[in-house]
């Protein structure tokens, strides 16, 4: 189910551990979901298990595995057995990490979605870091997220919407994913001010980390794909 609406950001759900929730999420016809390979993550999920998640999402959705610190050739080992999509790189990585990967024929041509903090103009390496990645061909995109440099996303933590707005230069060379503490309560919210090309969430779907609630799941898809069509019916009538 794709949405009608133009003006609508993409949807990643992240995070999956169990067969029926990535079921429904496929169902909704989300543009990507999220597994993750990091073994501090409360949504830790081994290859034996991905690989069953995977084939459920194979062809009907973007499958991202969710790596910390691995090593291109511990990726290649989990790309194989899980048939992942995309690689998103949630950890201190640097452009190092790709030169070494595309050295693997199962990395060469894969698309990097890269998780950076952007704690604002007190911190100007994160604009630098952000810039060399935006401009680096295997990226197909940045993801924004709140900072925690232990847990490494799904916290729950809200990332600062107000030092994405207007968007940051380094943020429009690639497709732009916010993350970070979105809810159904707060997404118009943050779409709003931030705009962003998509919508990347975990604690926020979810009754416990790693188990999705079906009901969570499509109220967001909801409010996504509705977002802005008041307006738009209002300039038409």
Wanted: with cysteine; aromatic share 6%; hydrophobic share 40%.
């Amino acid at each position: 189910m794709t949405s009608p609406n133009p003006n609508a950001p993409k949807i990643k759900f992240c995070g999956f551990t169990r067969h029926e929730d990535l079921e429904v999420a496929c169902s909704l016809g989300v543009d990507a979901i999220g597994l993750n390979f990091y073994a501090r993550s409360p949504r830790y999920v081994d290859t034996i298990r991905a690989r069953e998640l995977s084939m459920i999402a194979e062809g009907r959705t973007t499958r991202v595995g969710v790596f910390v610190n691995s090593t291109p050739s511990e990726v290649v080992n989990v790309v194989e057995a899980c048939s992942l999509d995309v690689v998103q790189l949630h950890g201190d990585e640097g452009l190092d990490w790709i030169a070494e990967a595309i050295i693997h024929p199962q990395l060469e041509k894969m698309p990097i979605l890269r998780a950076l903090s952007w704690r604002g103009p007190s911190y100007p390496e994160d604009e630098a870091t952000a810039g060399k990645w935006a401009n680096h061909n295997a990226v197909s995109g940045l993801l924004i997220d709140a900072h925690d440099p232990v847990q490494r996303g799904g916290t729950g933590k809200v990332a600062r919407w107000d030092l994405l707005c207007p968007r940051p230069v380094p943020l429009q060379k690639k497709p732009f994913w916010l993350a970070g503490g979105l809810t159904p309560q707060n997404i118009h919210q943050a779409l709003d001010l931030v705009r962003p090309d998509g919508i990347d969430l975990a604690s926020g779907i979810e009754i416990s980390p790693g188990i999705k609630s079906p009901e969570l799941m499509k109220l967001v898809c909801e409010k996504i794909r509705g977002w802005g069509q008041s307006e738009i019916v209002n300039l038409i009538s």
